[in-house]
């Protein structure tokens, strides 16, 4: 607002500036018109009374001829005409009061006398005084008037738009660039109104875009972080089951020995069962970390490359058959829904099942009975996460990939657990009921088919995971 005070003030000062001026200059204009044409009356007025007079006396005699003088009357008393006797002066005078002009009267080449005009210059003192007056009372008033227009003028079309201007300034300072500035002028403040709003959308647009990059950046920096925690764990697994291997085996088949000595006490054979069942149960968590180590290359296995296409709904509808009994048992049913172009990709058919296995238990687990676990099998057009190399791209420039999704009707997965359950050993089961490698090798078995998962989950509405598998051998060689 300052600005249109600036402006405001400048324009009043410059109005009054010029009227006064022009005010000035007109008085001094008609006062010299009225000079000019008093000295002009004069002129006339003596040429007619320097005629008359010298006529009169050479006729008449001296006496007549100053009679004929005082026989001369203005109509006002502003105007007077006067004889001199013999004295000879200038013959225009002009007086700061009054214009005196002075005519000599010559009769026979002998001066006789002086007939002097005299006419007050009050008339055009109390004209120049009034106009003044008029000129001052127009000058305030047209100054008033041009500054109360220029004020309304000036707040509406200078002052608000750059108060607009300066406030949204400070909220593009503040991050603030959704708000649109509203300025409805076809002039240069509003081409700068204009102009912001388009740098406004810009700077918005570049910061959505630099969040999600910074976004995806830090999912990679995660992913990377949890790929390299999980091949350093599958190094760990490799080396753990390897050394404890053998001495299982040798404990495990002493352990049946006892069990099956029928010398032996019945305590002593339930112990030698237990055991060995305690045996087992070590045995198969170190055959899922042979698994799991196994899986933890960056590079597909090279029998993968000679795979054919795998028939997806026939594994499905194995694993459904191998956990029906599963299912029964927990009082849940298996569905399987195919797509309308039920895909083949090229896959290891026996890791898959794997995959599919792991899924589809941790499904019946997490369900509520008298639920349904549903497998889906389409295809689809997707872009895969930063750190997995898109195979080789369709007409459309899309990569297609097959998906697998597993559904459950659970009670879903806390958000502040979603991003660790594919870490190896985490779980949210009781103790004793899960290794917390499930989904570890799941989730390595995928990685190596240049595939990816995904997780969606709702708390007590269940959750879904897909599995992204690549139908072109890109990828693959």
Not at 138 to 156: M, Q, W
Not at 257 to 273: K, L, P, S
Not at 392 to 419: C, F, N, Q, R, T
Request: with cysteine; charged share 25%.
């Amino acid at each position: 607002m300052r600005l249109a005070r600036k402006l405001i003030l400048s324009m009043v000062i410059g109005l009054a500036l010029v009227l006064s001026a022009n005010s000035y200059y007109r008085v001094r204009r008609e006062l010299a018109a009225f000079d000019q044409d008093m000295a002009q009356d004069h002129q006339v007025l003596a040429q007619v009374l320097r005629e008359s007079v010298t006529a009169v006396w050479t006729n008449a005699g001296r006496e007549a001829a100053i009679a004929l003088i005082d026989k001369v009357r203005s109509p006002s008393d502003m105007l007077h005409v006067l004889w001199v006797e013999g004295e000879r002066m200038d013959a225009r005078t002009a007086a700061e009061d009054a214009l005196v002009t002075r005519v000599p009267i010559l009769v026979d080449g002998a001066l006789k006398g002086t007939i002097e005009i005299r006419e007050s210059r009050h008339f055009a003192r109390n004209y120049a005084r009034h106009t003044m007056i008029r000129s001052l009372i127009l000058t305030v008033v047209a100054v008033l008037g041009g500054g109360f227009i220029a004020t309304v003028i000036g707040i509406r079309y200078v002052g608000k738009p750059i108060d607009k201007l300066v406030e949204k300034t400070r909220r593009i300072a503040a991050g603030d660039m959704a708000s649109p500035l509203e300025i409805r002028q076809h002039d240069e403040i509003g081409e700068l109104g204009t102009e912001i709003n388009a740098m406004c959308l810009r700077l918005e647009e570049t910061r959505h875009a630099l969040n999600a990059e910074i976004a995806e950046r830090l999912r990679t920096q995660e992913q990377l972080r949890h790929a390299d925690r999980l091949a350093t764990v599958g190094k760990l697994a490799s080396g753990i089951a390897h050394e404890l291997g053998t001495p299982l085996g040798v404990a495990l088949m002493r352990a049946n020995m006892i069990a099956t000595n029928q010398n032996a006490g019945r305590e002593t054979r339930d112990a030698g069962r237990i055991i060995g069942e305690q045996m087992d149960r070590i045995t198969h968590i170190v055959r899922q970390l042979l698994d799991f180590a196994r899986g933890r290359g960056t590079v597909p296995p090279g029998p993968l490359k000679r795979q054919n296409p795998t028939d997806l709904v026939a594994l499905a509808n194995h694993v459904v058959s191998m956990l029906q009994p599963l299912a029964v048992k927990r009082n849940l049913v298996i569905d399987i829904v195919r797509g309308d172009n039920t895909p083949e990709p090229p896959t290891n058919a026996q890791q898959i099942e794997q995959v599919l296995v792991n899924l589809v238990v941790n499904a019946i687990h997490a369900s509520k009975p008298a639920r349904k676990v549903t497998i889906s099998i389409a295809s689809d057009d997707a872009r895969p996460p930063a750190d997995v190399t898109p195979p080789m791209l369709a007409e459309d420039g899309e990569p297609h990939y097959a998906v697998i999704s597993v559904k459950d009707e659970g009670i879903g997965i806390a958000p502040e657990i979603l991003p660790r359950i594919f870490e190896p050993f985490f779980t949210t089961k009781n103790v004793g009921e899960g290794t917390g490698l499930g989904l570890s090798v799941a989730y390595g078995i995928v990685r190596e088919h240049g595939g990816w998962i995904e997780v969606e989950s709702e708390r007590d509405k269940g959750s879904c995971f897909s599995v992204y598998l690549p139908l072109s051998f890109a990828e693959l060689i």
